[in-house]
């Protein structure tokens, strides 16, 4: 049961554009989410979160979207760079829900952006 | 400021061979400890986490398992390792406060199973 989706696999975006990554939820306790980019052969590097109390976060070219009603949430960069090109993953916490802090990552987007 | 040290980066082990994975954290105390793993083409899955030392919690049945000897030290094992233990290995951690900015992860192990 796959409670974090990332329904594209892949994505490729000219360089300037924007790159718009999707994540979708089943899980309604959800109410912590992250964005994290891996390079290859490394660890997961956390980008940005939001919590559910709010519907949009912005962080320099990052800008996450959340639509609590459609358990959906995107991650916006604006502009894209070469230097983007990594594995995203979305992940969901309750983030009050206690002591584990469990995060449930979907499966990855891997973002190619061309020159 | 924190860190999070896993080795080895790299490893090729035989079919039926032990296994053992080291995580530890540095300039925190008493953390979650987490460890994922990354299989061809798939997303993270969590396969262990640990609040407090000696206490873990396993997501998944498997082939592998977890301890917590001390409260920065989390260790993944093996007795005898399977072709579908191949995969890459994650541990992190995150403070026990809350979520915060989420896990911080270390570099992986690379493990292939031959």
């Known amino acids: 049961d796959q409670q974090v989706k990332q329904n594209s696999p892949s994505l490729s975006v000219q360089e300037g554009r924007i790159s718009i990554l999707n994540c979708d939820y089943t899980n309604s306790m959800f109410d912590y989410f992250l964005w994290y980019k891996k390079y290859p052969a490394e660890g997961p590097t956390f980008l940005i979160s939001i919590s559910s109390i709010k519907d949009k976060n912005e962080d320099g070219r990052f800008t996450v979207f959340l639509n609590k009603s459609a358990k959906h949430l995107s991650l916006h960069i604006v502009p894209s760079q070469p230097g983007d090109s990594a594995v995203y993953f979305c992940a969901a916490s309750s983030f009050y829900g206690g002591a584990t802090n469990k995060l449930i990552f979907g499966t990855g987007t891997l973002l190619a952006v061309q020159p | 400021s924190q860190t999070i040290h896993q080795w080895p980066a790299t490893l090729v082990q035989p079919v039926g061979s032990p296994l053992s994975l080291e995580c530890t954290v540095e300039?925190?105390?008493?953390?979650?400890l987490y460890w994922y793993r990354q299989a061809a083409g798939r997303g993270l899955q969590l396969l262990f986490y640990?609040?407090?030392?000696?206490?873990i919690s396993s997501e998944v049945p498997q082939n592998l398992s977890a301890s917590r000897p001390q409260d920065r030290q989390f260790i993944l094992s093996s007795k005898k390792l399977l072709l579908s233990d191949s995969g890459f290995y994650l541990c992190a951690w995150s403070s026990s406060r809350g979520l915060g900015y989420g896990y911080t992860f270390g570099s992986g192990t690379r493990l292939t199973v031959v």
């Open positions: 640990s609040v407090g030392i000696g206490q």
């Open positions: 300039g925190t105390s008493n953390p979650n």
